[in-house]
């Protein structure tokens, strides 16, 4: 099944079914979600087999695309654009401005499709365990289908009314799931707050589509006759030269305020660790593959956009950077004062997110997509695995200091992925999260952001010393609480007293609410104490915990360009792409091309005359040169523009070949000249095994460095470190400032919201009693005179003789007329026709 | 063409159908010098339409027929009625709405 593209025919690209169609995989779960509303109660599982059968059917699409998706890129040589499939059906039109629904599928896409699809499948049967016997058990499956659709939906948008769409569709589930348990007061909070939170940072979402539509509606129509709210469009026009700078950055500043609410970031992140409220399963869901990579998917999909908005690649330090820089720290030091494994988890995602955001800024865009994808695979596993110990071993409560420890000898197969994903959270070598997470550090120092590769390291030294604490508190020492098989009762008024957040109360609603028989069995299994999960469970961590560990190999630079699959699959090639309409002034091409090495000064200077890149240089040509033989299919019918286009990349090559850049195209620094780019050239740190190495060690550094403060604290008990912050007054206030979590929590609620609602509320009040009221009086006073005087003259006087005299007046006329009524037909007629004949004279007259 | 008379002809008949309505006590008199009255405007109808060389005007005349049938199925239940009532259909005998 070949397609040609449908503009000037430059490259005949290789596509299929799942691609064309790859609009229906949102659909699917859309489609189970209504199948459970209506008749879920009545199947055999509660709806549950809706919801994993769309999440497998979704898969295996996304699969089937993924698949034609590499043999598509294979086809052609690694410098050309791979257009994207992209169709579009109008969904309404009004007054010259029509509205698409359809997808834009490129290898983001596809490869987040991927991962929501198959993280969504494990999620939904985890939850058939987990949420076994909960009440409202379809509602749950319903709002999980629902929300996986709206996450598949917002990655197929094809434009951005389409990915609002999908976006607020995963607000409301998010609200959904994170109250699911909305009985327990503080859920419902929690849940509230995670739906007002980043609805604040959806008002930019807002604002920034509309003014990029505005801003660029008119060049879109006129150069590709797509409108401004294509996502294509907008990233041609982007690059285009055409934006001001002024419309282009507010429009990005507004989109990624909504960024900074969904996903996460600072100073919005608080809601994240509140939205551990809801189920485990929801949460592995939530801050794995969707909602939370929402925010970072839509920075890389306008990644145009932002780029020239934030002026990325620049001199100075873009916000994007300064925002992921800031998040990483302050995440990852609160991740130190949890004492619930959930809110570890939760923080370190929102520091795992702030290395995305941080990437992304600094230009590194591969290596960002490249973390979404295995951070998804091993956090996922992580919070599976949190649930894992909470369902069966601690007696439904995450706090890790009362209720875990010791649980290693108990749980063998949680324990061993939890230490996989563990060590890919943490970065070392050959686990996923090596990969992706140096690569971006790596990167953002090659960007120039020396300040904030040091962030980037001390991250990930602070990740590893959280996740061993964690780790130890949980898996190793003396079993402690629920741990070691104790049964307390009075549990549901302790957890009363001590969490104000209430989640791990969660097990009591599901269990205590229902019949007598289930709690029976629940105090059944808690007197047998801590033991391994059944393999519903198990199964979904083992695999998570095999891609934890195996993903990383898809882009592994160290082993050599072969390795970079990712790179050629996924990123979008910056080829100036030319367009039908737009005249290609033959040279001027080759002269922007001369400027742009000149502009090039940003770079660092290291990487100048290094050998290694030599080498990698001449690995390139060669796989490109073996791809191009291997494929059955490659550039045949190339016109004009094309072979010009190529001619002037080669010459740009050896212009490019200096700064060890592999392939350089201008997109993204100068104007493309007769033709759109639709992305800027990327730029890629070379591989350094002394950089590496550095920073595994920092990890390991972290790592030992916290597991003896762990032993001496938890499990020695050593005088002088236990009760530190209580004697120590520095310490102690920096303790506070983190459990506090900045006080930004008290920030929001205690002064913002009441420096606002206060004052306001005081001066309303002074109006209400001196203005107001003095009006009130006032009225009234002067209405009971007025009244008074009305009544006597007017009413008395005029009303009165008006009524009267119409009543006598009427009464003479009814006299006067009462002959008329004779009763007798044939009068009446003559009167009738007697009435028209005058009727009709009077129009004669009038006519003459 | 002989419009004039046709029209002649029409407000004839008009004419004797108001004096009918207007001068007869019986009311199924009334009735037929009411139908009188709607031929004699049919009559004009199609006159017109003839003379304009449309259809409209036959479609009309059709139509009131139409109703006319209606109204004298109408009016005649109404007379049957007075008469089961007061053995009488003289229209001199129903003044009860005298005002």
């Known amino acids: 099944m070949f397609s040609a593209s449908t503009e000037a025919a430059e490259v005949i690209l290789k596509s299929g079914w799942f691609l064309e169609n790859a609009f229906i995989i949102p659909i699917i779960p859309a489609v189970a979600f209504f199948l459970i509303i209506f008749f879920g109660k009545k199947m055999p599982m509660k709806g549950s087999e809706f919801g994993i059968l769309s999440m497998f059917a979704a898969l295996a699409m996304s699969l089937g695309a993924a698949y034609q998706w590499i043999q598509r890129v294979n086809g052609v040589s690694e410098e050309t654009y791979v257009k994207p499939i992209i169709r579009s059906w109008t969904w309404w039109q009004n007054d010259g401005v029509s509205l698409g629904i359809g997808q834009h599928i490129d290898g983001l896409s596809i490869t987040i499709l991927v991962v929501v699809a198959f993280i969504s499948s494990l999620v939904q049967i985890y939850s058939t365990e987990y949420l076994h016997g909960d009440r409202r058990y379809t509602h749950f499956f319903a709002s999980l289908t629902l929300f996986s659709a709206g996450m598949l939906n917002m990655v197929v948008a094809e434009n951005m009314i389409q990915l609002i769409l999908g976006w607020e569709l995963m607000g409301l589930c998010s609200f959904m799931l994170i109250g699911h348990w909305w009985e327990e007061g503080a859920n419902s909070r929690a849940a509230l707050k995670a739906f007002f939170t980043t609805r604040t940072g959806d008002i930019g979402l807002l604002v920034g589509t509309s003014v990029l539509f505005f801003a660029a509606n008119d060049w879109t129509q006129k150069t590709l006759g797509v409108s401004g709210f294509s996502i294509r469009g907008l990233s041609a026009w982007a690059l285009s030269g055409d934006p001001s700078s002024a419309a282009i950055t507010v429009g990005a500043v507004a989109l990624f305020i909504a960024c900074i609410g969904k996903s996460g970031q600072f100073p919005l992140h608080t809601w994240l660790p509140d939205a551990m409220a809801g189920p485990t399963p929801v949460s592995s869901l939530l801050h794995s593959s969707t909602m939370v990579v929402a925010g970072v998917f839509l920075v890389a999909r306008l990644y145009p956009v932002f780029y020239e908005g934030m002026n990325i690649y620049g001199n100075s330090v873009n916000f994007i950077v300064l925002i992921g820089g800031v998040t990483i720290v302050i995440a990852a030091a609160l991740a130190f004062v949890q004492t619930d494994i959930k809110k570890v988890l939760a923080y370190s995602t929102v520091s795992q997110l702030g290395y995305m955001m941080m990437g992304l800024g600094a230009g590194a865009w591969l290596p960002a997509v490249f973390h979404i994808f295995t951070h998804a695979f091993f956090k996922a596993c992580l919070f599976l695995g949190a649930g894992s110990i909470s369902h069966s071993a601690s007696h439904h409560s995450f706090d890790m200091k009362k209720d875990m420890g010791g649980l290693r000898k108990f749980m063998p197969i949680t324990f061993s992925t939890w230490i996989v994903s563990t060590l890919a959270l943490c970065g070392v070598f050959p686990f996923s999260g090596f990969f992706s997470k140096d690569e971006i550090i790596d990167n953002v120092g090659y960007a120039g952001y020396n300040f904030f590769m040091i962030v980037g390291l001390f991250g990930a030294f602070l990740t590893a010393a959280y996740m061993t604490r964690a780790t130890y508190l949980t898996f190793f020492g003396e079993p402690r609480g629920a741990a070691a098989g104790e049964h307390h009762d009075d549990e549901h008024d302790a957890h009363a007293s001590h969490d104000d957040h209430g989640h791990d109360a969660h097990g009591h609603d599901a269990h205590a609410h229902d019949s007598h028989a289930a709690h029976d069995a629940h105090d059944d299994h808690a007197s047998h104490g801590p033991r391994e999960s059944g393999l519903i469970i198990t199964v979904p961590l083992i695999l998570l915990a095999t891609l934890a560990l195996g993903s990383g190999f898809l882009n592994a630079p160290a082993f050599g360009e072969k390795w970079e699959n990712l790179k050629k699959w996924v990123e979008p090639r910056a080829e100036v792409v030319s367009v039908t309409g737009i005249a290609k002034p033959a040279g001027a091409h080759g002269e922007t091309r001369l400027a742009a090495g000149s502009t090039d000064t940003t770079v660092p200077s290291e990487e100048t005359a290094s050998p290694e890149e030599v080498v990698a240089d001449g690995t390139t040509y060669s796989t490109e040169d073996t791809v191009a033989d291997d494929s059955e299919l490659r550039t045949t019918a190339v016109d004009d523009s094309h072979s010009e286009a190529t001619d002037s990349g080669s010459h740009s090559k050896a212009e490019a070949g200096k700064d060890g850049g592999h392939h350089y195209s201008d997109c993204g620094t100068k104007t493309p000249v007769g033709g759109v780019c639709y992305a800027p050239q990327l730029k890629h740190a070379p591989f350094k095994w002394w950089k590496a190495g550095m920073s595994v060690g920092i990890v390991f550094l972290g790592m030992i460095l916290s597991w003896l403060l762990c032993v001496q604290l938890y499990t020695r008990k050593n005088k002088k470190l236990v009760g530190l912050t209580e004697r120590n007054k520095v310490l102690g206030a920096g303790y506070s400032f983190l459990a506090n979590k900045y006080y930004l929590d008290t920030l929001y609620e205690k002064i913002i919201v009441r420096s606002i609602a206060h004052p306001i509320s005081r001066g309303a009040y002074w109006f209400n009693q001196n203005v107001l009221d003095g009006i009130v009086n006032g009225a009234g006073t002067s209405t009971r005179k007025t009244a008074g005087w009305v009544y006597r003259n007017v009413d008395q006087k005029l009303v009165d003789g008006a009524v009267n005299g119409a009543g006598t007046s009427a009464e003479n006329a009814g006299g006067a007329l009462q002959p008329v009524q004779s009763g007798k037909v044939n009068q009446y007629g003559a009167l009738l026709f007697g009435a028209a004949a005058i009727g009709a004279l009077v129009l004669v007259i009038i006519n003459f | ?99």
């Open chain 2, 1 to 99: 063409m002989l419009l004039n008379q046709f029209l002649m002809l029409g407000a004839v008949l008009f004419c004797i159908g108001v004096y009918g309505v207007i001068v007869r006590k019986n009311a199924v008199l009334v009735l037929m010098s009411i139908e009188l009255i709607l031929n004699s405007v049919n009559i004009n109808l199609l006159a017109f339409s003839l003379r304009n060389g449309s259809p409209d005007g036959h479609t009309f005349a059709l139509y009131v027929i139409a109703v006319a049938a209606a109204e004298v199925g109408v009016g005649l239940a109404m007379v049957l009625l007075m008469y089961r009532n007061r053995r009488s259909v003289g229209l001199d005998d129903l003044s009860e709405m005298k005002g």
